[in-house]
């Protein structure tokens, strides 16, 4: 009985067409990335479990991929093993069984980067990463175990020119994919203050895990886990006048204000949000939106933090980021400051596919076929296509002379807008045909003016 082939749960094999898709999302984001100054980096796809651990709150740590050691096997250690794994099934983690991780996101392992090599960089140290992260997360609609973040990060300045120039970027790159958005951004400093003023700031974290929840499980649901969390009847009620919280942007940061009161924390972080709103930025296809709902339940940020939601789309957030002033600190690298934003390139394609975003020429390569019409034509062909690629034109030659028929098929399968032919005649008169199968024009000029006629 033979083995049906699969993939594992919630990852993805990508064929031609979707890859030039993806190449073309890498790209845009990429270019945009340059253009405001930062530089490439790399890092492996594991890092050491405790350089992970304990950095994305309880959620997150219960989602990181754990790689188990090699060696297992070995019978002097089985015994031992045997406990190890006991202590791993009671979610503990051992040495014995796992030292290292798959990366959860790009930011931790890029602030253990600048941990280690702090005396080198030149600060604002500006980088870009694009590489894929693992999630041991349930996959659905927009949601796999394996998927790729762009992110870009500046540290070593606490000026909030940063983060106009990350909402900048944001803002450019779905200018470019044309793909209308809302930035919507808040501040860690205002969901500070928010628990400082129902029971202190110990009750931080219970208060964004929940507040996290809202867009899934609604308001009533996020009050009863406010609840469970030992918040008393009046914090709730506070909590929710505050989730209530509506209109334009200045009309919500007048409710705030009402709301917190002469709260210190709660006006620097507004001071924050008003100092973004009034830069401008590329707004074609991106409106900056404060949503004060907005809470990002994850340890390190500190300041403003982002999501990118897209209009018109079914599918949740498709960027997101903050400002993170400590996280070197977890490494032994103090008072760094740093902020940073994400772009989900998987749920970016979704949406782009699904509202047909995607430029046509977007899914092709190669632009031109030559027919095959036997051994001289043939290596005339190979001759004149291979013109073609020094100036950059993508072309083929059939792989081996067959009917008309099946060339024309293979050149429409592979979205190959032009075609060659060159048989005996032309062969003799110095000509070629070039027909363009999607006007359906066709011309027989001579050889020496294929380039021009194909640039």
């Not at 340890?299 to 079914?314: D, F, L, P």
């Amino acid at each position: 009985m033979s083995n049906k082939p699969s993939l594992p749960q919630g990852t993805r094999d990508f064929n031609a067409a979707v890859v030039l898709k993806r190449n073309y999302i890498f790209n845009t984001i990429r270019s945009v990335f340059e253009l405001y100054g930062f530089q490439p980096l790399e890092t492996p796809s594991m890092e050491n479990l405790d350089t992970l651990m304990g950095k994305y709150g309880e959620e997150g740590d219960k989602l990181i991929f754990k790689i188990l050691n090699n060696g297992l096997d070995n019978p002097a250690k089985k015994e031992q093993a045997l406990t190890d794994f006991d202590k791993v099934l009671e979610g503990k983690n051992t040495k014995g069984i796992t030292e290292r991780a798959l990366r959860y996101d790009l930011t931790i392992p890029f602030a253990r980067y600048v941990a280690m090599n702090f005396g080198t960089l030149t600060l604002p140290f500006k980088r870009y990463q694009i590489q894929p992260v693992w999630r041991a997360d349930r996959p659905q609609k927009g949601r796999y175990r394996e998927f790729y973040q762009c992110d870009a990060d500046v540290v070593g300045s606490k000026s909030l020119l940063n983060e106009v120039e990350l909402t900048g970027i944001y803002a450019t790159v779905f200018n470019r994919l044309k793909l209308p958005v809302e930035i919507r951004i808040n501040s860690r400093k205002i969901l500070a203050a928010l628990a400082e003023i129902c029971g202190g700031a110990d009750q931080m974290m219970n208060i964004t895990i929940a507040i996290d929840k809202l867009d899934k499980i609604g308001l009533e649901k996020v009050k009863e886990e406010l609840s469970t969390r030992g918040l008393h009847t009046e914090q709730i009620k506070t909590i929710e006048q505050y989730l209530q919280i509506s209109g334009s942007n200045a009309e919500k940061i007048v409710q705030l204000k009402n709301l917190l009161g002469n709260n210190a924390t709660g006006l620097a972080g507004i001071a924050e949000i008003e100092y973004v709103l009034h830069h401008p930025i590329p707004t074609q296809q991106a409106t900056v939106i404060t949503d004060f709902t907005l809470a990002r339940g994850l340890n390190y940020y500190t300041g403003i933090i982002y999501e990118v939601k897209a209009i018109g789309a079914q599918m949740g957030s498709i960027g997101g980021g903050g400002r993170y002033d400590d996280l070197t600190g977890l490494f032994g690298v103090p008072n760094v400051p740093g902020v940073g934003i994400s772009f989900g390139v998987d749920r970016i394609y979704d949406v782009l596919e699904e509202l047909q975003l995607f430029p046509e020429e977007v899914q092709r390569g190669t632009k031109v076929l030559f027919f095959n019409l036997g051994e001289d034509e043939a290596a005339k062909s190979f001759e004149l296509m291979n013109q073609l690629r020094e100036n950059g034109i993508a072309a083929e030659l059939y792989h081996e002379n067959s009917k008309f028929d099946k060339q024309f098929k293979y050149a429409e399968k592979k979205n190959i807008p032009n075609i060659v032919i060159l048989g005996t005649k032309e062969l003799a008169e110095g000509t070629c045909t070039v027909k363009n199968l999607l006007s359906g024009e066709q011309q027989t000029i001579g050889q020496e003016e294929l380039m021009k006629t194909l640039h």
